[in-house]
């Protein structure tokens, strides 16, 4: 048996102007079976999140690099 799924979530590489999207939003409505198309705006807790993560991935690339020096 497989499971049902009520949707998807799409995710751009990086964030991209609501006018630039445009083309790939309509072009996910026409596709058979697409309910409804909403776009999801970028904000500042988006960017703090990006950072952090970042910032902890360079730490734990560090100590595997460097497992006796502190960063």
Known sequence: MTDRLKGVVVTFETDLR?????AIIEAIKMLRGVEAVAPSVADISD???RMR???ELGRALWKVLYPEEKP
């Open 53 to 55: 993560v970042r910032q």
């Open 18 to 22: 609501t006018d630039d999207a445009e």
């Open 47 to 49: 960017h703090m999140n």
